[in-house]
């Protein structure tokens, strides 16, 4: 490939698609950006966002991040670095020229492992021996490309108190330009208190009756939107409880950045404090309430609870106008 050829990006989830989007138009490339087949909601957030895309960026799907276009592209971008699809074709082609978009928080936790404070994996996991295998081979990969000046992290997070100095890697501030600047309606209706649904519980790091009691103790005038990969049966739940359950099927950047009359938003710690800090409505107020000791489970540790708690304590945020 050559210099000029667009820049491939291999997304899995609907908010690493977001800042890919918002890579490209904040760095004025032309960028293929490849999304995983099969992952909820991506499918539907990339038909939301095409009509708006920038010039030169075009989506498609593909199977894994073995798909030719990405495995043989000299730039790159990818949202989740310690994912194992990334991991395989990072050990087997190396880096090369790589952007990296924020998949969640774990920005703060990529930027410690690239300026070589904490080891390469999965924060909050106990990780197999071949994705720990895997992951000292992309570590050191992903380090080396840092110090050649060979990685960029377009984030969120970049002003983040708890963002490290990582020497070599260029941190390019994710303001939602874009996303902000969309002439776009609503996608659905919401009460003026919304409860963001958390993954938390979904993943088992907090007790899941814990987690239902604290979104049911926000009444029945508010509305709940769920992650992604919440079941049938709590939601069941949390709608005979009262609140109004709505799945939009869309990510909650666009859903509450789009949305007409909200004034309360609330949510467990998460990254959506940094990003929907950006998009809110000017006038929404977002609290964030911090997990008690009580709900942790055996699965979250030390590392993945410290982390949280630093989220619950800076991202209370009131959107401001630029």
């Known amino acids: 490939m050559t210099a000029t050829a667009p820049r491939v990006g291999w997304v899995e989830s609907p908010l690493q698609l ?4 918002e890579a490209a138009a904040a760095l004025g490339e032309p960028m293929l950006i ?44 990818v949202g989740d670095v310690f994912s194992g699809q990334f991991r395989a074709v990072a050990t087997a082609t190396g880096t090369r020229d790589l952007v990296v978009v924020d998949d969640g928080s774990a920005a ?34 992903l380090r080396a490309a840092a110090r050649s000046g060979r990685v960029m992290l377009v984030t969120a997070y970049a002003d983040h108190a708890a963002m490290p100095v990582v020497p070599g890697v260029r941190i390019v501030p994710n303001r939602y330009a874009w996303l902000r600047s969309l002439d776009a309606p609503p996608p659905v209706d919401l009460r003026p208190v919304v409860i ?22 926000h009444g029945t005038d508010a509305t709940y939107l769920p992650h992604r990969r919440e079941d049938p049966a709590t939601l069941a739940r949390l709608s005979e409880a009262g609140l109004a359950v709505v799945e939009p099927g869309l990510p909650a950047e666009i859903v509450l950045g789009r ?26 107020v977002m609290s964030v309430t911090p997990v008690d000791e009580a709900w ?18 800076e991202e209370q945020a009131e959107p401001q106008e630029d």
Do not use: C, K
């Open 196 to 217: 963001l649904g958390s993954a938390l519980a979904v993943d088992g790091y907090v007790d899941a009756e814990r987690y239902e009691a604290w979104v049911a103790s």
């Open 296 to 313: 942790w489970t055996d699965r979250a540790d030390e590392t993945f609870r410290a982390t949280l708690a630093t989220l619950a304590d």
């Open 34 to 77: 490849l999304l995983r087949s099969g992952v909820a909601q991506l499918a539907g957030t990339a038909r939301w966002l095409e009509p708006h895309l920038p010039d030169d960026v075009v989506l498609a799907e593909a199977g894994s991040a073995s798909d030719a276009r990405f495995r043989g592209a000299s730039r790159r971008l």
């Open 18 to 21: 977001i800042n890919a989007v």
């Open 108 to 141: 703060l936790h990529l930027a410690a492992v690239l300026a070589g404070i904490e080891p390469f994996s999965r924060m909050g996991q106990r990780e197999r021996p071949l994705q720990r295998g895997l992951g000292a081979v992309t570590g050191a990969r």
């Open 259 to 284: 949305a007409h009359g909200v004034a309360h938003v609330h949510s467990l710690p998460s990254s959506t404090g940094a990003t929907l800090a950006r998009v809110l409505p000017v006038g929404t």
